[in-house]
């Protein structure tokens, strides 16, 4: 049976015999020597307590540890290291989401798991844990044969009798089908489903990154263009829906086709489209957009045209205004053009 506290307090009765055998008359004397004596047994029945209390507390924690790696070594990854981070055991479910055995490990620090703990993760996982019982984080890493995988990671300080740190069980619940499902349904929720650009929602949520980037860091500029498909309602009403819509798609397509990786296109309305170019200049940017227009026009089977205006990204909200001021004109200047926004001195034109 586990010990309890009641049992712990049988110590009250370890104290020598003269006190049980009648020794009230002994509490009662009022002799200084008797009551310096009478403070010190007390002294030695706290420290008793004091000293099974802890064992019990030790002896429970060591128990609950027990319990821990009995029940998750079939759930979750698990790894016990000592108080100088020495791997001493890993479970089976560690093995099979890392591919790193117990023999790989053997002797190894935590810190020498590369897909995991960097010496800078551990020290700030170290200091949090002086304060505190517990720490949780979130990893993403390569196992040992090179696939990807995510886990969520737990991190449990387990004390000894004197309240240092003994030993660190660490646990790992590999969420990677999560993180995949999320991300699969992150790009559903962000994409355009007829051209496959990003959609409204990730347009404003990456402007308001790239204005808050360029506030950091001023060699970081970027620059946004809006386009807008020059009498794309006379496409649908001539052709019909079926043709704008592929319009659009081979616009989208060319749009793509035609950028820097680091670029990102949008289809931000029926036929309008916006592109985020980062650590560009305004200079650099008008001159991609000119050579995208023209790629547009001989690029599509209806020789379709665009008007665009650009603008540098400060503030998220003036950069689409100013880019939308920007378009409008282009548009009331003949369209099939592209306009500057303001560049602090002035405002471009390319025919």
Known sequence: MNPTLNEYSVALYIIPPFIMNGGLSLWLMTDSTHIVFKLLLVLATAATLFLGVRIYKHEIAQKRVQLSEAIIDGVAGLVVVNKDLTIER??????AITAYTARHLESKSIIDL???FGSSVVDEVT?????NIRWKGEF????RLGGRFTVTVHVEKVVDMLGQASKYVVTFTDISRRKSLEDRLRKLIETDSLTSCWNRRRFDRDLVH??????RHQQAKAC???LDIDHFKQINDRFGHTVGDESLKAVAHLLKMNVRETDHVYRIGGEEFAILMPETDIDDAF???????????????????????VAEVGNADEAFRQADSALYVAKRSGRNQVS????????NLYF
């Open 287 to 309: 001159e991609a957009m000119y050579r995208l227009k023209g790629v547009i026009t001989r690029g599509t089977q209806l020789n379709v045209t665009l008007s665009c205006g």
């Open 90 to 95: 890993v479970n089976r479910q560690f093995t």
């Open 224 to 226: 946004l263009a809006i």
């Open 114 to 116: 590369p897909f995991l």
């Open 210 to 215: 790239y204005a808050q980037l360029s506030k």
């Open 340 to 347: 500057s926004a303001p560049k602090l001195e002035g405002t």
């Open 127 to 131: 200091q949090h844990l002086s304060e």
């Open 140 to 143: 993403s890493g390569l196992n």
